[in-house]
């Protein structure tokens, strides 16, 4: 029984939240009240069938095994050549590590530093921080910062 039937005073919105939790469905915006879903199933909306929420199963060691897969190719990714241009019997490869140099020595410092974060750290940075946080995760330890 809510607080609000012994008093017949509407209910609250605190007292709304705690009791029900509704979700609007991304196809159709119709109001679902959001049952507890058990792994491996969904749910769907009665209207439109789109899928409101998925439980997932394992999605620690899912992140944590595609995240350090994507770390491992990530450095022969950087050194591989990106490009090769041919012209007259005389090849020239080009990788991304390369090019920042190259962008460095010929005066062009905005535009190496520039490739640097967008090609080289923040790549690495989206497949490191995933990867430290689901490692955490899985061993149940709290990270030092």
Not at 39 to 57: E, F, H, M, Q, V
Not at 73 to 101: H, K, R, W
């Amino acid at each position: 029984m809510l607080p609000h039937e012994k008093t017949n005073l509407p209910p609250t919105p605190e007292e709304i939240k705690q009791t029900f939790t509704l979700s609007a469905c991304p196809g159709c915006d119709l109001l679902v009240v959001m049952p507890a879903v058990p792994d491996g199933y969904y749910l769907a909306c009665n209207r439109c069938g789109a899928t409101i929420s998925k439980a997932c199963t394992n999605s620690i060691n899912r992140v944590l095994i595609l995240s350090f897969t994507g770390l491992l190719l990530y450095l022969p990714a950087l050194f591989l050549p990106l490009m090769t241009l041919s012209s007259l019997g005389l090849e020239q490869d080009g990788n991304v590590i390369d090019t920042c140099i190259n962008f460095y020595h010929n005066g062009y410092y905005l535009v190496a530093a520039i490739v640097l974060l967008t090609a080289i750290t923040f790549p690495f940075l989206k497949l490191f921080l995933p990867f430290s946080v689901s490692l955490c995760l899985r061993l149940q330890k709290r990270p030092a910062w």
